[in-house]
């Protein structure tokens, strides 16, 4: 058996995945309820597809994450499994409309869109992505959406039309900290760029929400993840959400160590102190989770009834 060793600061180097990472796969009625639901629509979710061991407490919670434009990437980032190609699939037009109907059939209050970055189409599929949150608004306008988007390349048109759509919260993942950005992230991707993408969202729309996601394990050390979280405040980012990076198959990056939920929970007070709104970290923690949206659905609803929120 492999053994595992704790730093001084609270990690478990490499080795047998920790107790706290072993979680059974969601199952039981609902969740096949929902996953029949979304076949019938020809549509998939993050949260099956990376296997989430938060699904089923998201699904019931009223939440899921939809994957738009596609399943294949024109970037190869060394730490996701989705597939890549310069071109990705062709784009369904009928897709706005079947997320929305899914969505108000799952009796969701909170939606994720997502997408794979789109090199190969004029706009990125910055208006694909518009057109999908104004088509669950129009069927819902209590759904709150949140738009996980790619870097557009940086483009200001891009940026506003997804902007356009409606999105209740803005989210853009820088992944990782700055030095280790060349080796996790495909080349097209920069730490900078996506620093200027989330300032830039909040500067067209001030209302808006935005939110990043750091993975935790790859290698960085305490004082660049600090360094990530002061960039992430300068640039206007409200919410931030730290977890645990797990490697999908042997081509893909090794996990360097694995943090302690004790250290998680350090980052987390250590990030609210920096002064972000909310601040969602744990090992199972993900970009899209529960616990942050569950934060965000509230103060946005508070927002709507015209209560003093910051």
Not at 55 to 72: I, K, N, R, Y
Not at 97 to 126: C, H, I, N, P, Q
Request: hydrophobic share 35%; glycine share 8%.
């Amino acid at each position: 058996m492999t053994t595992k060793t704790q730093g001084k600061f609270g990690r478990i180097t490499p080795g047998e995945k920790p107790s706290w990472l072993k979680v059974p796969v969601p199952h039981g009625p609902n969740v096949a309820r929902l996953t029949g639901l979304l076949r019938e629509r020809g549509l998939h979710t993050v949260c099956e597809e990376a296997r989430c061991p938060n699904m089923g407490e998201c699904w019931a919670g009223g939440t899921a994450t939809f994957m738009v434009l596609g399943d294949t990437c024109t970037r190869g980032c060394r730490f996701c499994a989705v597939k890549t190609h310069a071109k990705g699939n062709p784009v369904d037009a009928d897709e706005p409309e079947k997320v929305a109907e899914a969505a108000v059939s799952m009796g969701l209050r909170y939606v994720v869109l997502t997408m794979v970055d789109r090199d190969d189409l004029e706009d990125g599929g910055a208006r694909h992505v518009a057109a999908t949150i104004a088509a669950i608004k129009r069927r819902d306008p209590e759904i709150l959406v949140e738009a996980l988007t790619g870097d557009f390349q940086q483009k200001d048109e891009q940026i506003q039309a997804v902007l356009d759509g409606g999105p209740d919260v803005f989210a853009h993942n820088v992944e990782t900290v700055l030095r280790l950005t060349p080796r996790v992230r495909d080349a097209k991707c920069s730490y900078v760029r996506s620093l200027a993408v989330l300032r830039r969202a909040k500067e067209l729309a001030p209302g808006v929400v935005t939110k990043s996601s750091i993975m935790l394990g790859l290698g960085e050390s305490e004082r660049e993840v600090d360094r990530a979280m002061d960039d992430l405040r300068e640039h206007g980012v409200d919410v931030v959400t730290f977890g645990q990076y797990l490697r999908p198959t042997l081509k893909h990056l090794p996990v360097r160590e694995h943090i302690t939920p004790a250290r998680f929970k350090a980052f987390e007070q250590r990030a609210l102190r920096k002064g972000f709104l909310y601040v969602a970290s744990g090992p199972l923690v993900r970009s899209s989770y529960k616990a942050a949206e569950f934060y965000i659905e509230g103060m946005l609803r508070r927002r709507r009834a015209g209560e003093d929120v910051r």
